[in-house]
């Protein structure tokens, strides 16, 4: 892993993050701009470490940005979302039911 990479996939998870954030809420705005570029920045770095880890090469072609790149960095995205969705769910307060 090189820093170069870790670069690429930030790039590409501004994108990702934006296409995980308009899949999960159905809309055009997806979870809003900034939200979906942390989010696809982060699930970026970690979809791409994860593939990294695990040796999963999709053999999708051999350019700077690949569609591994994009693939690893939507799926990063998408598992944050869903961390993110959790850790939310958790905190927010209990209503009393009636």
Known sequence: MTISKIIVWLIIGALAGTLAGRLVTFS??????????????????VGGGLFWLLGIDLGL?????????LISAFVGSLLCVVAWWLIRKRAAPKTPEA
């Open 28 to 45: 055009k705005q997806g979870l809003g701009f900034w939200t979906n570029l942390g989010l696809g920045m982060l699930g970026a770095v």
């Open 61 to 69: 072609g051999e350019i700077k940005i690949t569609f591994d790149d």
